[in-house]
């Protein structure tokens, strides 16, 4: 029997406004991500992931400890980071702190790893930026190696070595799923197929199609490597209201501002409703509109990259917690059914021709 295509949601804990448009706190937001997770468990989605931010604007700089209190207060669904920053961490303690959410959900652990697109980690941690690639490639060969959980020996230049080394707890099924999320650098995608890793894309802009060639290097890198072949998934940000016009509304403000926030840190331009409106659209990587548009265009986009998952980043900026609510329960009760079933007929259609 074939896996069912998987939904998922992601969050950076975005610090939003309550409904008079009052700022909260970032503890009030962490509060509300913990409903957000327990309410995508009740409406059936696959997976939800945290990111992990260092700022004023995100509330998370702690996924796993968020996603045990979502573990505590749910049954079925995945839960896992959205990115965590390897390179500003140590390796053995993101796997002790996973393979303890792996615990304490019985084994519904999940890790991304990444190197995140901010930086404020580096200088909080006293960490060199001039060091960023070769912090990630080390850890990443240590974590890997910890994934085999047996004694390790190791020995690199950023991190003390380890001779014989046992790390706990272990997980009870001895392997804790871990993706490699990246964004369109194809040294990073030949570096997942290099550890045989499944491939997290995240596609924030431009056209998801514009995405094949990588998705189309991981697999030639996967069987250059002579590694089996391995998922691959999709994190991209949108909103699903009851109508088009409405998701766009309701979501512009909100993304407009964030967007603008981060141009100014970044250099860009301000973004145009021009640009959101191209982006909302058929071919933008924003997956914006009722629940049939969002769903035909995950849907489309899944077949042609050959996903195995998709993330909607559903967090965008300061929209309140109670429409993010009703957003998640469209996206779980009438977006994912209908993209499973477009995903598996298409997929029917194609093992019949």
Request: hydrophobic share 40%.
């Amino acid at each position: 029997m074939k896996k069912k295509f998987e939904l998922g949601l992601d969050t950076f804990g975005d610090v939003t406004f309550d409904v008079f448009g009052a700022r909260l706190s970032q503890a009030a937001t962490l509060r509300n991500v913990v409903a957000e997770g327990v309410l995508a468990d009740q409406v059936g989605l696959d997976f939800f992931g945290i990111g992990e931010h260092h700022r004023e604007d995100f509330a998370v700089s702690a996924p796993e400890v968020v996603l045990a209190a979502i573990a505590g207060q749910t049954t079925g669904i995945r839960l896992g980071s959205a990115v965590t920053v390897l390179s500003s961490d140590d390796p053995v303690r993101v796997f002790q702190r996973f393979s303890t959410l792996d615990a304490v959900s019985s084994g519904r652990a999940e890790v991304i790893l990444g190197r995140g697109s901010f930086t404020e980690s580096f200088p909080l941690f006293g960490l060199e930026l001039e060091q960023y690639e070769l912090l990630f490639e080390e850890k990443l060969n240590l974590f890997t190696e910890l994934l085999k959980e047996e004694p390790i020996t190791w020995s690199g230049e950023t991190r003390a070595g380890l001779r014989n080394q046992r790390v706990f707890p272990p997980t009870e099924s001895g392997s804790l799923t871990t993706w490699i999320g990246v964004g369109g650098s194809p040294q990073s995608v030949v570096r997942a197929a290099h550890y045989g890793l499944p491939l997290m894309l995240a596609i924030i802009g431009g056209s998801p199609l514009a995405f094949v060639p990588l998705v189309q290097l991981y697999h030639r890198a996967l069987a250059q490597f002579e590694k089996p072949t391995r998922p691959i998934g999709e994190h991209s940000p949108g909103y699903v209201a009851v109508t088009d016009a409405q998701a766009r509304e309701e979501i512009w403000p909100h993304y407009a501002a964030m967007q603008d926030r981060i141009g100014r840190e970044r250099g860009w331009g301000p973004v145009t409703r021009e640009r959101f409106e191209h982006d909302a659209g058929p071919d933008g990587a924003l997956f914006v509109g009722s629940p049939e548009t969002v769903a035909t265009k995950i849907a489309a986009t899944a077949v042609r990259l050959g996903l195995a998952r998709f993330d909607l980043k559903y967090s965008l900026g300061t929209l309140s917690h109670e429409k993010l609510m009703t957003s998640i329960e469209l996206y779980g009760t009438e977006v994912a059914p209908l993209v499973r079933e477009l995903v598996a007929a298409d997929r029917a259609d194609d093992e019949s021709g």
